[in-house]
Nanobody, 121 residues
Framework: QVQLVESGGGLVQAGGSLRLSCAASGIIFSMHLMGWYRQAPGKERELVARITPGASTDYADSVKGRFTISRDNGKSTIYLQMNSLKPEDTAEYYC???????????????WGQGTQVTVSS
C-alpha cells in the first residue's frame, strides 16, 4: 500500500521560508519520479518541482531560484525548501510519486493528502 505523508506546511510572512517533507512507503523509492504539486483555490493543480532518482530536477518558472527540491533515497523522503515566499505561493501542496516505467504523468502515480502553505503579505 503506497503512502505519501507530507509535513512542514504552515503560515509564514512574505519573504519567509518553509521546508516541506514527504515520506514515502510501500514503493521502491529509487524507481520513482517524485514531485511537488500545488493547488490554489479556484485553480488547477500545477507542477512545482520534480526530481528523478538520479536527482535531476525540473521547476516551474514561477519558483525557479526560490525553491529547491531534493531527495534522500535512504530515507525514502523528498524535500522542498521554499525561500522568498510570496502570497501567490499560497496553496495546498501535494507530494506525488510515479514509477519510471509508467512515465511522467503524475495522474498515473500516487498522491499524498496535502499540506497547506499560507503566505501572508
Amino acid at each position: 500500500q503506497v503512502q505519501l505523508v507530507e509535513s512542514g506546511g504552515g503560515l509564514v510572512q512574505a519573504g519567509g521560508s518553509l521546508r516541506l517533507s514527504c515520506a514515502a512507503s510501500g514503493i521502491i523509492f529509487s524507481m520513482h519520479l517524485m514531485g511537488w504539486y500545488r493547488q490554489a483555490p479556484g485553480k488547477e493543480r500545477e507542477l512545482v518541482a520534480r526530481i528523478t532518482p538520479g536527482a535531476s530536477t525540473d521547476y516551474a518558472d514561477s519558483v525557479k531560484g526560490r525553491f529547491t527540491i531534493s531527495r534522500d533515497n535512504g530515507k525514502s523522503t523528498i524535500y522542498l525548501q521554499m525561500n522568498s515566499l510570496k502570497p501567490e505561493d499560497t496553496a495546498e501542496y501535494y507530494c506525488n510519486a510515479v514509477h519510471l516505467r509508467v512515465g511522467h504523468d503524475p495522474n498515473l502515480g500516487s498522491w499524498g493528502q496535502g499540506t497547506q502553505v499560507t503566505v501572508s503579505s
